[in-house]
C-alpha cells in the first residue's frame, strides 16, 4: 500500500475511522526525514503490514496534528490504534519503527 500524506483535517478524519495508522513525521529540510523516506515506503509495501495504513505528515505545516502525536524532534514515528496514539519516537532505524508496528498490527 502507498504512503498517503495528510494534513490536519484529513489524519483528524482518519483517526476517527480507527483502525492501525503508522504515521510519519517531517520536514521539507529535514535530511533524516528524507533518507527514512524509502525505508517507510517499503514497510508500507511489506505484506505483513497490510492491515496498517502508512501515512506522512509534514510536522511544520500541521501543528495539530504534531499535538496529537507528541512530536518533539524529527523524524517521528507515531503508531495509532482505533484513534488512540500508542507509541511515538523520534527516530530513522528502521528496527525501532517495526517493532512499533507490532503493537498496533
Do not use: H
Amino acid at each position: 500500500m502507498a504512503v498517503e500524506t495528510l494534513n490536519d483535517a484529513s489524519f483528524s478524519d482518519l483517526l476517527k475511522e480507527g483502525g492501525s495508522i503508522a504515521i510519519k513525521f517531517y520536514a521539507d529540510w529535514c535530511g533524516s526525514c528524507k533518507l527514512f523516506s524509502p525505508k517507510f515506503r517499503r514497510m508500507s509495501e511489506d505484506e505483513s503490514n497490510s492491515g496498517i495504513r502508512f501515512v506522512e505528515i509534514n510536522a511544520e505545516e500541521n501543528p495539530e496534528s504534531r499535538r496529537l502525536a507528541g512530536v518533539d524532534n524529527l523524524p517521528f514515528i507515531a503508531v495509532f490504534k482505533q484513534g488512540v496514539c500508542v507509541q511515538g519516537l523520534a527516530t530513522s532505524k528502521e528496527e525501532k519503527v517495526l517493532e512499533m508496528l507490532k503493537d498496533i498490527a
